[in-house]
């Protein structure tokens, strides 16, 4: 799976997050404008560019910035990884839901929608699972697309979510821990990409998989959400609330291939 930013998507987003033309961000790159403009459009580094002086105006690391350009992917993938599985919809643009379950009493959660609800379907009939909740990273459209669906074909699903306009009982706690069976769900507030944005831990998956991190669109592989009005609030939020997490941490974006703490902390330019 391709990453979900290349190396112009990542200037970009830290130019527009601090506030930077890109009139200064050019002269910084040693390149002229039109050149500049293809580079954040295409993400092709010409060899004349600057990238430690651009890298230092836009307050990211600059080898990391040149490991995601020479083609970095990540290595691991969830296929090995039993009782989750991620489930990619695209009308136009991709993004993936992930759903666990707990091996012996068959209770499931889905993290996210997607854009459509047959193929969750088809993973819940091929295994056997009752759904029985329903965790929402934020609420962005793509994210959310199939919840009306969803609630109509599963009316006793417990929603979660951190969106100010949910119901209290609905709503994330931060100590709060849900159970499904043996696996155990708890809650991060990862605000900055989304104001409602959260992050969930599940622990207890079956060996070998270490605890899985589901962040929405906080972080990428490589990259971050855009964050253009809370850019600095976002990654603070990314660094205390995921970053943080055991390095053997599996992150499962909502956009772009899966992660680990591990490989984020050696190639993702942000942090
Ligand atoms: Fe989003």
Redesign the pocket.
Known sequence: MELEDHVGDIIAKARKGLGINAGQAAEAANLNLMNYSQLEKNGSLEHATNVSELSKLLGLTSNKLSIIASGWTPVINLYKYKNIKQISTNEGMEVHCYLVWDQETLESALFDTGWSLEPIIEVINTYGLQLKHLFIT?T?H??IAALTPIRKKFPNIELHSSSPNAPERQRNHPKKIIKVGKLHISSRETPG??DDGATYIIDNLPSPSPRVAIV??AIFAGSM??ASNHYELAREKVLSEILSLPEETIICP?HGPITTIREQQLVNPFF
């Open positions: 934020h962005h793509d994210h990409h989304a929405g669109d959400g855009g909502g």
